[in-house]
């Protein structure tokens, strides 16, 4: 990552100054660390503003894909932050298990409560996220959970939206900059059905393989036992000429029954069944 003396100007650049002083009048930060776009920025100013007395949290669950914690813990080692990984099996909840509609809700109440409890057992008082400004436009129940813990979102309070995160990624020099939108291995199961290790697997090995092919922009909703692939409709022809091998790997990674999805990836696909 690049140093402190960078020059911030512009819209954006007035928008990192303020982070970095609201972070620095915290005295201390806890965050809530992914590795994706939002939280590893976060995590990287933090560690700007902070130095040791920030800290990134991972939470690391069977809804975490064995990459992104792989990933997580090498971007927290480029950021020179502070990482602490909290393992939590939230398999055994009905509520997050079972998949219902506010599953998010329940997945986020469990997470930062464990993040404030090491937040309060490092001394440190305030605890942030990576929200921002362009996730209020998605159903996103674990808002609500965020709110009740206390939870602080700064990205969100001075504005940010996902393209000036992206943007203030590349001149610090950080590699998720371009990083693909990511979310947890539940959101590629429908709500209701029961999400199972075998299914979460199933789904990693799936988009793993897919990504090995060169697609970028992509999910596996595991429906039962079929698996649908949606990918960035630019990516669709591509997808077809593949088609003997897609479903060659698909197989072998666990999942019966393999369909491309013509309408191609899209944001939070499976909120479209709930407005039914």
Known sequence: MKTKELIWRGAVGKKV??????????????????????STFLAAVAQL????????????????????????RALARQIGIRLRVEKINVLTEPSIAGNPPDRCYYCKKIDF???????????????CDGTNVDDQGDYRPGSKAL?????????????????????????????TAEKP??????????????????????VERAELALRALGFKQLRVR?????????????ELARALKL????????????????TLDLAGYRLGSLNEALAS
């Open 49 to 72: 503003a902070l130095g040791k007395k920030a800290l990134a949290v991972t939470i690391d669950t069977p809804l975490l894909a064995r990459s992104e914690l792989r990933e997580a």
């Open 17 to 38: 100054l303020a982070l970095l002083d609201w972070l620095r009048g915290q005295g201390s930060v806890a965050v809530g660390f992914s590795g994706g776009v939002d």
């Open 147 to 175: 709110a009740e813990v206390g939870s602080q979102s700064p990205l969100k309070q001075f504005g940010f939206t996902k393209a000036d995160i992206r943007a203030a990624s590349r001149q610090l020099g950080l590699p």
């Open 113 to 127: 409560t464990r993040i404030f409890e090491v937040a309060r057992a490092e001394g440190i008082a305030c605890v």
């Open 243 to 258: 088609r003997e091998q897609i479903h060659t790997l698909l197989k072998a990674a666990g999942i019966r029954y393999v």
């Open 181 to 202: 939108a990511m979310a947890c291995l539940a959101s590629r199961f429908p709500y209701g059905s029961q999400i199972t290790q075998r299914g979460l697997t199933a």
């Open 222 to 234: 595991l429906h039962g036992d079929v698996g649908r692939i949606e990918l960035a409709p630019a």
